[in-house]
T-cell receptor, first 114, second 112 residues
Framework: DAGVIQSPRHEVTEMGQEVTLRCKPI?????LFWYRQTMMRGLELLIY????????DSGMPEDRFSAKMPNASFSTLKIQPSEPRDSAVYFC????????????FGPGTRLTVT | QQQVKQSPQSLIVQKGGISIINCAYE??????FPWYQQFPGKGPALLIA?????SEKKEGRFTISFNKSAKQFSLHIMDSQPGDSATYFC???????????FGAGTTVTVRA
């Protein structure tokens, strides 16, 4: 298996622009997580899905952030409009709860908002 | 606020030495304690995990020690190697709740 795939790997955008981050989880995994990593706040869980349904979005910082999972093999995290404080590395992770608690992380998307 | 407090923020150890990272928690409902390892430019990866019904778990050179009464757990890296240089995160979660609460991370540098 190729593991969790994220795109793009790097994104540089200007303040006010819309940003869309993409994730393909490991095939067969029924949980998908979006995390944000910064030096100041560490690793933060933003939202997670089970069988494509959002379960907990309490970590989403504000209404500018939204996430969707239209099918079992694809999820997006959108920021509209983006702000410089959104600059971070965004990770997607997936898991198969039936077999283990392990979360498999993707390589991340480094977002820079200028 | 972070539910899992991790220390130290960074440490440097000589090759062959022992690296020790400590974590503490308050929520006694936590029942799963994993450690994740992250190399620069990569996502975190599960290293080792423990449940509160055991006091120690060892996998190769990595050992978790768990003290339920003190609400503390630690990671020991024995015979540290340069390839162990990475950031290590402790985490905790509650049984049916899949959310992981991560510590702030410890950057370990192993000098050859």
């Amino acid at each position: 298996d190729a593991g969790v795939i994220q795109s793009p790997r790097h994104e540089v955008t200007e303040m006010g622009q819309e940003v869309t981050l993409r994730c393909k989880p490991i095939s067969g995994h029924d949980y998908l997580f979006w995390y944000r990593q910064t030096m100041m706040r560490g690793l933060e869980l933003l939202i997670y899905f089970n069988n494509n349904v959002p379960i907990d979005d309490s970590g989403m910082p504000e209404d500018r952030f939204s996430a969707k999972m239209p099918n079992a093999s694809f999820s997006t995290l959108k920021i509209q409009p983006s702000e410089p404080r959104d600059s971070a590395v965004y990770f997607c992770a997936s898991s198969d709860r039936k077999s283990s608690y392990e979360q498999y992380f993707g390589p991340g998307t480094r977002l820079t908002v200028t | 606020q972070q539910q899992v407090k991790q220390s130290p923020q960074s440490l440097i150890v000589q090759k062959g030495g022992i690296s020790i990272i400590n974590c503490a928690y308050e929520n006694t409902a936590f029942d799963y304690f994993p450690w994740y390892q992250q190399f620069p430019g990569k996502g975190p990866a599960l290293l080792i995990a423990i449940r509160p019904d055991v006091s120690e778990k060892k996998e190769g050179r990595f050992t978790i020690s768990f003290n339920k009464s003190a609400k503390q757990f630690s990671l020991h890296i024995m015979d540290s190697q340069p390839g162990d240089s990475a950031t290590y995160f402790c985490a905790a979660s509650i049984g049916n709740d899949y959310k992981l609460s991560f510590g702030a991370g410890t950057t370990v540098t192993v000098r050859a």
